[in-house]
């Protein structure tokens, strides 16, 4: 079969990948189940991924094959399988768990302590079938794999960080959304879904903003020609319930704190800096800071309820294998709105 393969870590990520003939995963285990990938999209992850940066935290040897948001057609099963069967669309939740760890019994799938991720620790999608477990498989109804694909973790990250904020807002109240990009658009969605909230999104690209209005934003900021924070203060009067920080910078963590009202959250999604934030801030403004770490299963099958019923689209464009480099470099660059999803 055709797979992308990465043989070594490298800045150069429009350079990373080569396209090879490899063999066709099997059955190897009762619970396995094979998927014929119809659409696995590109994540900003898989950027860190070329670049060495998951390497202390991911077991993959190379040369593998990334690609950890996945959704295509079950073609076999092992003899333990029963939920599915070949034929099936299926959207693949990343996370391989055990089921009988603490973890996976509380349903948190993604803290299991010997979890395998796919596309981190063991092949992924970027090729044009993959294994995985019966565990690890929501069945689509209708949805198209394109749109289904980055549900897998651009939408479940987003979606979890937004269904934990929408715990604590109620009418009246302003949610700070921060990037409204592969991740932001779709948790801007999920959170005007799920919660009566109003919200502010903030970018420093007007084609985002645009996106975010389409979206429903209730109000949006171009932090490039404004100050956000103040901005914020104006629109709240006195400081947004919820911030959801999709960048992560040490800006946007920096600038966080100043849209936040005394006793607010940030739920940090984003991780492309380190936070910095005076003790006696968060004591005296009692906020909270929260990581969001992929979701559930049942969060994914939540996700994907919201996508079938039209409260959530994605903004994808599709690509041959081929092209990989062109799109891992393109992100890099800042060039892909919404998210690149390749047909393999």
């Known amino acids: 079969m055709r797979a992308a393969r990465l043989h070594r870590?490298?800045?150069?990520v429009d350079e990373a990948f080569t396209v090879e003939d490899v063999d066709r995963p099997e059955i190897a285990a009762p619970d396995d189940v094979v998927v014929e990938v119809a659409a696995a999209g590109w994540c900003h992850t898989d950027n860190h991924i070329v670049e060495g940066a998951m390497?202390?935290?991911?077991?993959a040897e190379l040369p593998y094959t990334p690609g950890h948001e996945n959704a295509g057609t079950v073609t076999e099963v092992g003899d333990a399988v029963t939920s599915v069967e070949p034929g099936d669309s299926v959207v693949v939740h990343p996370p391989m768990s055990c089921g009988t760890c603490r973890a996976c019994r509380q349903g948190e799938d993604m803290h299991c302590p010997d979890h395998v991720f796919t596309g981190l620790d063991t092949d992924g999608g970027f090729a044009e079938f993959l294994r995985t477990k019966a565990r690890s498989v929501v069945q689509l109804d209708g949805l198209d794999p394109v749109e289904a694909a980055p549900h897998a973790d651009a939408g479940l990250t987003a979606y979890r960080a937004v269904k934990r904020a929408a715990a604590?807002?109620?009418?009246?109240d302003y949610a700070v959304l921060v990037g409204i990009g592969g991740l932001g658009h779709i948790g801007l969605q999920a959170l005007h879904a799920i919660?009566?909230?109003?919200?502010?999104?903030?970018?420093?690209?007007d084609e985002?903003?645009?996106?975010?209005?389409s979206h429903g934003a209730t109000h949006?900021?171009?932090?490039?020609?404004?100050?956000?924070?103040?901005?914020?203060?104006?629109?709240?009067?006195?400081?947004?319930r919820t911030v959801v920080d999709f960048v992560?910078?040490?800006?946007?963590?920096?600038?966080?704190?100043?849209?936040?009202?005394?006793?607010?959250?940030?739920?940090?999604?984003?991780?492309?800096?380190?936070?910095?934030?005076?003790?006696?801030?968060?004591?005296?403004?009692?906020?909270?800071?929260?990581?969001t770490l992929v979701g559930t299963y049942t969060?994914?099958?939540?996700?994907?309820?919201?996508?079938?019923?039209?409260?959530i689209s994605v903004r994808t464009s599709t690509h041959d294998l081929g092209d990989i480099n062109e799109v891992a470099r393109r992100l890099r660059d800042g060039d892909v709105e919404g998210r690149a999803v390749f047909t393999p």
């Open 208 to 213: 985002a903003l645009a996106l975010a209005e």
């Open 195 to 205: 919660s009566p909230t109003r919200t502010i999104a903030v970018d420093v690209k």
């Open 220 to 240: 949006t900021v171009n932090a490039r020609e404004a100050d956000a924070a103040a901005v914020v203060d104006d629109l709240t009067d006195g400081g947004a």
């Open 299 to 311: 969060e994914l099958q939540e996700l994907v309820a919201l996508a079938e019923d039209g409260e």
């Open 55 to 59: 390497r202390d935290i991911a077991d």
């Open 248 to 291: 992560g910078s040490e800006d946007t963590l920096s600038d966080g704190l100043g849209m936040l009202r005394t006793g607010g959250d940030h739920h940090v999604v984003g991780y492309e800096g380190d936070l910095h934030v005076p003790a006696q801030a968060l004591v005296g403004q009692e906020v909270d800071f929260r990581g």
């Open 9 to 12: 870590y490298t800045s150069n």
């Open 168 to 172: 604590d807002l109620v009418p009246g």
